[in-house]
């Protein structure tokens, strides 16, 4: 027989098929509904975004680990309180950590120190990307697909995640660990992993941040559980990997503590000096720094995740009245498993509701286990909408109807999450990019070249200054006085000794307290500095008490350097500070953004 007869009758039985066609069928992707190498692209498209463009939150990611961090890689710095050897509640392991990775920086061209900056802030929206994708993996895996793409979606769109992925702070590092932690718990596959979990979590809680070990109790307390249910053997298998997990989180500990006793020159476990200042301070503690009402992470996880944080809320009560109502239930998550899930953010949010000082970083370890609950909750409402039965309520909606309300609530999420995005970056740039000039970098305004042993100040805009890895080398920042009266920041020794390098670490310090109280020799006069960093409000002219005058208005002393754009916020209505709303004509006068400008200015001939 003609072979192209046969193939036409092997075709008829079913024993062939056209090559074309056998080529273009597609590899199976198992349980996951994005080939998870997508997964970390998408993941790490929005970490970069981050990395380039979100501003820095908080003042102690620059003073407690950028400066330290310049420090070690570039021999100066500034030194907050906690870094003094009398005080030892931060870990050097941490930031050298850090400091190691920018420092590979300089082995690539055009290196510079703003170089450096970017390039750790890059690695770590890497390193995150990466974390997410375990943890994608993870849920597509422990759970179904529908909540693992649910899951990336409410992280990557949030303006949570903008804030957290690529900052140099601990709680950002421990959201990473914990994410691997949850990663192996949730894993069954080729038997419990209790060890690695612990193992992610505690370094998570010792590099990091020690309270992020709470977020390990769940999936614990899961494990002993299920095995104390078993037989003996079971039992005892637990107990093993229990008892390596531990011995795991103590080498962390060794490890941590060897490198402060080189930094420090002396025994510091600085995990249990965190825990201790936070908890069983005498002097106040982290209360000294403000307090805040319960509502205050309510809102503010609201900003940050809108939808989502309802969603998560919601993610408990939606599945016990899905168990009450639909017990013979679907494809979803066992009972057991569902509680264990969900219980890690309602566990943090209730801890650090309860603390009186609140911040926002606070927050960022829970950030996963919220956008996981969100998508349990959304999986749950899918599965009940998606009743095609028309004896129900749900039946006898049009299936298009139901995906319009659905398409409809996750644009406006997005949109919501991507003007909180655009709003705090086009509000909040200017810290990044007015110190083009000093590098001679700046084509468009004057070319204030900083020179070695200049000074640029900062009055009532210290808590804006984005570190030291934007001036050029051998330019220092200080302080001049301005109406605040709490403790600023000192400056690392500089001093050099014969007992190993870094002296600064371990030299004896002056004028730093735990009790954040001001002292004077933090100051220098204006007249020492060469160039000052200040904000002019032109809706507040009238306001300016005695220690914070107008710089830009001192003609005779100060000429600008370069000037961007900065939100006046005490005179911008709620709404334009919450999301970006566009300069236009048509939107009205109460609910445009008022504008101020953060300015480089230097100091006349």
Not at 73 to 97: C, F, N
Not at 163 to 189: D, E, I, K, T, V
Not at 447 to 465: P, T
């Amino acid at each position: 027989m003609p072979p192209k007869a046969a193939s036409k009758k092997g075709a008829e039985k079913g024993q062939f098929e056209h090559p074309v066609a056998s080529h273009a069928k597609k590899k199976p992707r198992g349980p996951y509904p994005i080939e998870p190498v997508k997964a970390l692209y998408i993941f790490l498209a929005a970490n970069a975004v981050a990395a380039q463009f979100a501003p820095i939150q908080d003042c102690d990611e620059t003073f407690n680990y950028w400066e330290p961090a310049h420090y070690l890689s570039h021999g100066y710095g500034l030194q907050t309180w906690e870094y003094s050897p009398k005080y030892t509640i931060r870990s050097w392991l941490y930031v050298a950590l850090h400091a190691v990775v920018g420092s590979l920086r300089r082995l690539l061209p055009q290196s510079s120190k703003v170089a450096e900056f970017y390039y750790v802030r890059f690695v770590l929206g890497l390193l995150c990307a990466f974390c997410q994708t375990l943890l994608y993996k993870s849920i597509s895996t422990a759970l179904n697909g529908r909540i693992a793409i649910i899951f990336l979606i409410a992280t990557v769109t949030s303006p949570g995640n903008f804030h957290a992925s690529a900052a140099f702070l601990p709680s950002s590092f421990a959201m990473y660990m914990c994410m691997l932690g949850a990663a192996s718990f949730m894993n069954w596959r080729g038997g419990l992993k209790t060890s690695r979990g612990i193992f992610w979590f505690a370094v998570g809680s010792i590099l990091g941040w020690p309270f992020a070990a709470a977020l390990c109790a769940p999936f614990v307390l899961e494990d002993a559980v299920l095995n104390l249910l078993g037989d003996k053997n079971a039992f005892s298998d637990f107990l093993i990997r229990l008892a390596r997990g531990i011995v795991s989180a103590l080498l962390i500990l060794l490890l941590d503590s060897l490198v402060n006793l080189y930094f420090y020159k002396k025994v510091a476990v600085v995990t249990w000096n965190i825990i201790k200042y936070n908890i069983f301070s005498s002097n106040g503690g982290p209360d000294l720094y403000g307090t805040e009402p319960w509502t205050f992470y309510v809102k503010n996880l609201a900003l940050n995740f809108n939808i989502w944080f309802l969603l998560a809320l919601l993610a408990f009560p939606l599945f016990v009245a899905q168990k009450f109502m639909a017990p013979s239930g679907h494809a979803g998550p066992t009972g057991l498993r569902t509680v264990v899930f969900v219980a890690p953010f309602y566990l943090w949010l209730a801890i650090f509701t309860a603390q009186p000082h609140k911040e926002e970083r606070f927050m960022y370890p829970a950030y996963p286990f919220l956008a996981l609950n969100a998508a349990l909750s959304v999986h749950t409402i899918l599965s009940a909408i998606g009743n095609a039965d028309p004896k129900t309520l749900m039946g006898k909606i049009p299936a298009r109807l139901k995906l319009l309300a659905v398409t409809a609530v996750v644009l406006l999420s997005l949109n919501m999450g991507l003007a909180r995005m655009y709003g705090v970056y086009s509000a909040y740039r200017a810290p990044f990019s007015i110190y083009e000039p000093l590098w001679g970098d700046d084509d468009k305004n004057i070319k204030a070249v900083g020179g070695e042993g200049d000074f640029v100040c900062y009055g009532k805009e210290w808590y804006r200054f984005p570190s030291s890895y934007f001036l050029p080398r051998h330019m220092h920042a200080k302080f001049i006085r301005s109406e605040f009266r709490g403790l600023l920041p000192g400056e690392f020794s500089e001093a050099k000794t014969g007992f190993g390098f870094w002296s600064g670490t371990w030299l004896p310090t002056s004028g730093l307290n735990d009790r954040n109280e001001e002292d004077a020799s933090k100051y220098v006069e204006p007249s020492t500095c060469s160039f000052l960093v200040d904000t002019q409000y032109p809706e507040r002219q009238d306001e300016l008490p005695p220690n914070e005058p107008d710089y830009m208005e001192d003609y005779d002393t100060w000429q600008v350097v370069k000037c961007e754009p900065f939100l006046d916020v005490a005179s911008t209505h709620i709404l334009a500070r919450i999301i970006w709303i566009p300069d236009w004509d048509l939107v009205p006068e109460m609910f445009q953004r008022k504008w101020g400008r953060h300015c480089l200015l230097q100091k006349r001939a």
